[in-house]
């Protein structure tokens, strides 16, 4: 396995592209947008102006793009993945997406030669960039162990979690610990604020204690110092926390922690629509405006 494609080259993918190329890859990139790509390419990225060329000569091809309806457009529009690469080739979705949507490339792919795995992934845009991910790979266990160098290429924690979809799955708990997790963060620190602690005394004191989590070493600071800067969007965790959601009712769940922490995701993006495009840290205004 030699030459890469890759679909969505954004605050994850572009430095999942810098990866692969450094582990001897080649890549092939598509972006709608050339200029966003341009570092990547200077790089030694081989950029391509549709999918169906960027797909040729690949022996995987991986997706890392925004939204299910993203995924849709690069699987099944016009130009799409399974009409244009070689039977054979690797389809790796990284968008963390439906696991129906899942199976349903997986299903189409099969019945047309390909190898079709689902492997979102956690970690963020530091593990991205430090090619420490966590990848959750759905699909056929021997597709799995073929593609191994590809996923450690970019990650660390790489597990097999199961049939196609099964990535997919364990990605939606992922978030669901995400939600519970940062929502108390950022009720602790509301709460210190409101009597008066001094914010970094305290995230000093309780890091190292039982009350640590990799949220608090990722947000805290970023929390205390008002800096919002996306490492994931708070759009795209609304997007995940709603197909959490809409999972879980499917297998007769009340998932109650989850549903209160979208439902103030949702009001801070009512609120003004370019909250969307902070990092999810910025929970933290939720609690400044009640």
């Known amino acids: 396995m030699k030459t890469i ?4 080259v954004g605050i994850m993918g572009k430095p999942m592209v810098r990866n692969l190329m450094k582990a001897g890859f080649t890549v092939q990139i598509y972006a ?8 990547v390419i200077a790089e030694g990225a081989r950029f391509y102006p549709s999918i169906a060329a960027c797909v040729q000569g690949c022996d995987a091809v991986i997706t890392m793009v925004g939204f299910p309806p993203d995924v849709e457009e690069v699987y099944f529009q016009k130009g799409n993945i399974l009409d244009s690469a070689a039977k054979g080739t690797y389809l790796i979705d990284m968008t963390t997406t439906s696991p129906t949507l899942a199976e349903r490339i997986y299903e189409q792919g099969k019945k047309m030669g390909f190898h079709v795995m689902d492997a979102p992934v956690t970690g963020g845009d530091t593990g991205a960039i430090q090619g420490t991910l966590s990848i959750l790979v759905g699909g056929d266990k021997a597709d799995f162990d073929a593609c191994l160098p590809l996923f450690q290429a970019m990650g660390t924690n790489i597990n097999y979690q199961g049939k196609a979809g099964s990535g997919q799955h ?3 708990a992922n978030q669901i610990m995400i939600a519970g997790a940062l929502s108390g963060v950022c009720e602790a620190l509301a709460y210190a604020e ?4 001094d914010l970094e005394v305290l995230l000093r004191s309780l890091a190292t204690g039982a009350a640590g989590s ?3 070493n990722a947000f805290g600071e970023k929390i205390i110092h ?4 996306p490492g994931f969007y708070m759009k795209h965790f609304i997007k995940d926390m709603k197909i959490a959601r809409q999972e879980s009712n499917a297998s007769g769940l009340s998932l109650e922690i989850l549903a209160q922490v979208l439902q103030n995701y949702e009001a801070l993006q009512a609120q003004d629509a370019d909250n969307g495009n902070l990092g999810t840290q910025a929970l933290i205004k939720h609690y400044e405006t009640v």
């Open 5 to 8: 494609g890759f679909i969505g």
């Open 32 to 39: 709608r947008n050339r200029e966003k790509v341009n570092d």
């Open 226 to 229: 008002h800096d919002y800067a």
């Open 214 to 216: 990799a949220q608090l």
């Open 194 to 197: 409101a009597k008066g602690l």
């Open 170 to 172: 364990a990605k939606m």
